[in-house]
């Protein structure tokens, strides 16, 4: 299997990947990106995956200002669609893959990318997920086939944090209740253009060595394919 630098096909690359893979193991990423080596898929468990969809059908069709006060005017509406790119400067050596949940229109024609989270609205990493959502804004309106165009204009792009503050017990039923927070992601495209041009010139070079932290890269070595640890605890399942 071809370990080396050099590359003459465009880099498949996925959205989601950037918040974690990328941060988390630059091996795996490698391995993935170049080779299709995906690590086993753990999943989100089954609850949040139910909430946010519980979530999503409610907001359908609904007004964004309901939901908080700062977002403009416009509804949510469902696009589950697959996404995928024109190849993005600088470099335009590589192009983005994945797929849309949920899309919003404003009342001036233009659309924007808010993104639910259930999760702790005061985590750091929250900015993270600036460079994923820049993805999708070129992808919706850069797409690889002009005839899969859906929208010309992203102009919003941002994260709705959920997270659960009180619960209510009424009549034998149960309700969290929860303020959501907006938090808007400030667009800088030229910022994601060298973001892809950093990860095209990793991709480019050799595999990297196998991590030490990394526990994909432990359980490899474990069972013979990577390279050696001493370390056998903290095993990824």
Not at 2 to 11: E, F, K
Not at 154 to 160: E, P, Q
Not at 202 to 227: H, V
Request: hydrophobic share 30%; glycine share 8%.
């Amino acid at each position: 299997m071809d370990s080396s630098g050099g590359n003459s096909r465009p880099y498949k690359l996925s959205p989601s990947d950037f918040k974690y893979l990328w941060e988390d193991c630059k091996h795996c990423y490698w391995r993935k990106v170049r080779q299709g080596i995906y690590l086993p898929s753990i999943g989100m468990p089954g609850i949040f995956g139910k909430m946010n969809n519980l979530l999503q059908e409610t907001l359908i069709g609904r007004n964004l200002n309901e939901l908080h006060p700062d977002l403009p005017s416009g509804t949510f509406e469902k696009k589950e669609a697959f996404l995928k790119s024109a190849p993005i400067p600088n470099s335009g050596r590589a192009y983005v893959s994945g797929r849309l949940d949920l899309l919003t229109t404003f009342e001036d024609g233009t659309h924007g990318i808010i993104d639910l989270k259930i999760t702790d609205p005061r985590s750091e990493n929250l900015y993270k997920f600036s460079t994923q959502l820049h993805a999708y804004k070129f992808a919706l309106e850069n797409p690889a086939d002009d005839q899969e165009r859906i929208v010309n204009k992203i102009s919003t792009i941002g994260l709705l944090i959920v997270s659960p503050e009180e619960v209510e017990l009424t009549n034998g039923k149960v309700a969290f209740h929860t303020t959501p927070q907006w938090i808007p992601i400030e667009e800088d495209i030229g910022g994601f253009f060298s973001f892809i041009d950093r990860i095209t010139e990793f991709l480019d070079q050799p595999m990297p060595e196998a991590s030490n932290t990394c526990e994909w890269c432990k359980y490899r070595a474990l069972t013979g394919n990577g390279i050696s640890h001493k370390e056998e605890k903290n095993l990824p399942f």
